[in-house]
């Protein structure tokens, strides 16, 4: 946290004396100061190793941390969690640094003015907290209050859980700038909003606006190049040429938000030439007649016209596919095509489960499966009963009824605290103003809510439009529920302490929590500490805190994932639905068909395009000195654009640009490239950070999302982040 954010007056009214004693300046405990403090430690203690789950992205993959004298030496990526199967990526080594930034949050902090901060007590900034949280559901009743969080172990247990302690069914997590549109589109098919391609057994996997190597999850990388080692026919469908190129066969690209009408006609291929799986379309499904007879006006040469991808090429990869089925299909994607980004993202991700249907590889060796996984069983200590059921459906339900109620349409909640109905709203670790769609308008609705609090490690542009903020712990000083993980092998890890605590002010999230239960008046809720409640969810599955705290990741071999054709489904009919009544319901026809994006380029623009990077993970990794050196190094900041189309506009590699849409207008230096489509200028997801108490990544590059109207996808809930069209210029042209 920036002293220059906490004014003097509020950091002398709660006082400094545990910073003094570190050594601070105004409320910060520098790197090199915490460092000197432990420099005169014994240099022959031994070293310590902490079992822990990374915190740079979602997966949160298992590590070992080799601590010596209070600091991190090494870590090393856990061999049996799936996600890294040993290997942590750059954004897992570099995350770590988060604990020694300078840029910490290191006191309950509350806004006095425009931008401007006084620190405050814990004490304080509960009670005042809890007082208009009380005073809200006394009003309005706890319907008005909406909690938007990024899920982690504890986070998603300890924010759920106080939630429904106030009755409030508002629980929002970051899925509608992520995979919300996916998951919901899955589930309308197959009832379950996830599966996995077998790649390193399979003959052919298509992947659709999805890269293993720019993220997640070292453990999928090392499936696809395991694949690309035994010969799979591996494509890659994007935009632009990402970098798990380097392990596929062929690169095709296609113009954005177009997907659907690929899978559509390759679909129409597979029913008109009879390359289809019949027996298990005839035995496990329903609704395919009315799918068969909507495909014929998708031909190969209609979706031509549509995604810029020669019809022979979409004849060829739909007769390749059937030839290689049932070792086949379509990866789920995330963020991209069918993820949160566009119009048609739902209906997208509902094509591809009846594509990989027709291919009958559900479940088999080389096809697509669900990973097993174990869950937390009943915990009979009353301390843990469940608050009563909240009867209210989640806000967002009625106008978006196709999303997954799990996740729901946070950008909506926040739409409705501009509107008046949500009253107070909380994040945890969850830059929504910053991420989840234009800032602008998501800052200005935040601040119109009677109460708006944020819980995170740095100042974030969320943080920045709040009236409190109160500062989390780091992931490397909390010890957290476990975490129960799927695969092929499925486990539960641990995120245990792995330094003691650096800032004396900050709290774990489950004493924040507890803290905010008791002011609320539903303190009953959190009658224990964390270390308990970690015992209790451990013991129902045979094991204990201490044993896993040992052990990191405990695998249950026993429930390992054994290639079976998959024949049942949690469905209304227990069978794949290629028709769907709730679709029908919210506007669209029964079965998919082509979906209209909201905006499509023309002469002279250009859809703007997102997307991770190896090194980073939207904006949460932005702030961090390690990673962000190697942006800079190698302007990894910069946006592509056609080497074709940049010569015709007289542009050249380097120069600067203007790119303008009806939202937003910046300047920035550009990398000309021939790995781009030339409809499409990309731009990666995390650079563009705009306040400066983020003092590594302020200034750096665009934010994709300034560019981006506020807008949300019908029925689906996705934010549509790719719905933009912007034009460019060079600067001083």
Request: proline share 5%; net charge negative.
């Amino acid at each position: 946290m920036s002293e220059s954010t906490i004014t003097r007056r509020g950091f002398l009214k709660q006082g400094a004396v545990a910073a003094a004693a570190a050594g601070t300046v105004g409320g910060l405990i520098s790197y090199d100061a915490w460092s000197k403090a432990y420099a005169a430690a014994d240099s022959q203690q031994e070293v310590k190793k902490v079992h822990s789950l990374c915190n740079s992205c979602s997966s949160k993959c298992g590590f070992t941390a080799h601590v010596k004298n209070g600091r991190v030496g090494t870590m090393t990526g856990d061999d049996e969690h799936p996600y890294c199967e040993g290997t942590l990526c750059a954004r897992g080594y570099g995350y770590a640094a988060v604990a020694y930034s300078e840029d910490r949050l290191t006191h309950p902090l509350k806004r006095i003015g425009e931008g401007e901060f006084e620190a405050i007590s814990w004490d304080d900034a509960l009670t005042e907290i809890g007082d208009k949280i009380k005073a809200i559901v006394a009003q309005d009743g706890p319907e008005a209050l909406a909690l938007i969080m990024d899920p982690r172990p504890s986070g998603s247990y300890y924010t759920k859980r106080f939630m429904a302690a106030l009755g409030s069914p508002n629980t929002y997590t970051h899925g509608v700038a992520c995979n919300l549109a996916k998951t919901s589109g899955m589930t309308q098919a197959l009832g379950a909003g996830d599966f996995t391609s077998d790649v390193a057994n399979s003959k052919m996997v298509i992947f659709i606006g999805r890269s293993y190597a720019d993220g997640l999850r070292p453990g999928s990388l090392h499936s696809l190049q395991k694949g690309y080692q035994n010969g799979s026919h591996i494509v890659m469908i994007d935009p632009r040429m990402n970098n798990s190129c380097t392990y596929a066969t062929e690169w095709i690209p296609i113009r954005p938000a177009t997907d659907l009408a690929l899978i559509l006609a390759m679909a129409n291929v597979l029913v008109a030439e009879d390359l289809y799986d019949h027996d298990y379309v005839d035995n496990y499904t329903v609704g395919f007649e009315d799918w068969a007879s909507r495909l014929p006006e998708y031909t190969p040469e209609w979706a031509e016209e549509k995604t810029g991808i020669p019809a022979d090429t979409i004849v060829r990869l739909a007769r390749e596919m059937a030839a290689a089925a049932p070792q086949a299909s379509i990866e789920q994607g995330w963020r991209a095509a069918t993820g949160c980004s566009h119009q048609n993202s739902g209906e997208t991700a509902r094509a591809i489960c009846l594509f990989n249907t027709l291919l009958g590889c559900w479940g088999v060796e080389g096809g697509a499966y669900f990973p097993p996984s174990v869950s937390v069983g009943k915990l009979e200590d009353p301390r843990f009963a469940a608050p009563p059921k909240v009867e209210a459906k989640i806000a967002g339900s009625k106008e978006y009824p196709l999303a997954v109620g799990s996740m729901g349409v946070a950008t909506h909640a926040v739409q409705q605290a501009g509107e008046g109905n949500i009253k107070g709203l909380i994040f945890y670790q969850s830059n929504c103003v910053g991420g989840y769609s234009n800032p602008a308008q998501l800052a200005e609705w935040t601040k119109a809510a009677d109460l708006s609090v944020a819980i995170d490690v740095q100042m974030t542009e969320t943080c920045k439009a709040c009236q409190y903020v109160l500062p989390d712990t780091s992931y490397l000083e909390r010890l957290e529920v476990p975490e129960f993980v799927g695969g092929k092998i499925p486990v539960v890890a641990l995120r245990d302490r792995v330094l003691e605590k650096i800032h004396p002010e900050t709290r774990p999230v489950d004493e924040i929590f507890t803290g905010l239960a008791k002011a609320c008046g539903v303190g009953q809720y959190f009658d224990f500490t964390v270390d308990e409640l970690a015992d209790a969810q451990l013991k129902t599955v045979g094991l204990s805190l201490a044993q896993l705290q040992e052990e990191g990741i405990h695998a249950f071999s026993e429930k390992a994932w054994k290639p079976q054709l998959k024949t049942e489904w949690k469905t209304k009919s227990g069978k794949v639905e290629f028709t769907s009544e709730a679709c029908e319901k919210a506007g669209f026809t029964p079965s998919p068909t082509w979906v209209e994006p909201l905006v499509m380029p023309k002469e002279g623009q250009f859809r703007l395009v997102g997307g991770k990077q190896t090194i980073h993970t939207h904006t949460q990794t932005a702030n961090i000195a390690p990673l962000m050196e190697i942006s800079k190094q190698y302007s990894l900041e910069r946006p592509w654009l056609n080497a074709g189309v940049a010569k015709q506009m007289g542009i050249e590699d380097g120069d600067e640009i203007e790119i303008s849409s009806e939202m937003f207008t910046g300047r920035t230096r550009v990398k000309v490239t021939e790995r781009i489509e030339p409809t499409s200028l990309y731009l990666p997801s995390h650079y563009g950070r705009m306040i400066p108490e983020q003092h590594v990544s302020y200034n750096v590059g665009l934010s994709q999302m300034d560019f981006v109207p506020f807008h949300i996808e019908p029925g689906y809930g996705g934010t549509m982040a790719q719905e933009v069209i912007v034009t460019i210029k060079k600067v001083g042209a």
